[in-house]
């Protein structure tokens, strides 16, 4: 069965950290191109960070230099480390994973995205 569960949410002070996890099964994560998005109320879902199957990294300006995008091959799970955050990143945060092929320019588009998780709040107070 081909699904993706995240976990770490939960509320934190800004200028704090989380770190959010996105267990994959029923393929290789690291051998796909797979991202975090986040949704905040009244808002549309928006690209956070990206890492493709080459393991390259991209991120939104917003969190450039305070988030960090990673996989562990190990236990097929991606994650995104989350430092300095602000009351601005408080959505629900989506994990998703690219099941055929995609080129640098849809990295951000969710619509690339066949595979998503169930999401996690995200609460910066």
């Known amino acids: 069965h081909v699904q993706l569960v995240e976990s770490g949410g939960g509320l934190v002070q800004p200028g704090g950290s989380l770190r959010l996890s996105c267990a994959a099964s029923?393929?290789?994560?690291?051998?796909?191109?797979m991202g975090w998005f986040r949704q905040a109320p009244g808002k549309e879902r928006e690209g956070v960070a990206v890492?493709?199957?080459?393991?390259?990294?991209s991120y939104a300006d917003s969190v450039n230099g305070r988030f960090t995008i990673s996989k562990d091959s190990a236990k097929n799970t991606l994650y995104l480390q989350m430092n300095s955050l602000k009351p601005e990143d408080t959505a629900v945060y989506y994990c998703?994973?690219?099941?055929?092929?995609?080129?640098?320019?849809?990295?951000?588009?969710?619509?690339?995205?066949?595979?998503w998780g169930q999401g996690t709040q995200v609460t910066v107070s």
């Open positions: 029923g393929f290789t994560a690291s051998r796909r191109c």
């Open positions: 998703a994973a690219v099941l055929g092929q995609v080129r640098n320019d849809q990295y951000f588009d969710a619509s690339t995205y066949r595979l």
């Open positions: 890492i493709a199957s080459d393991g390259i990294t």
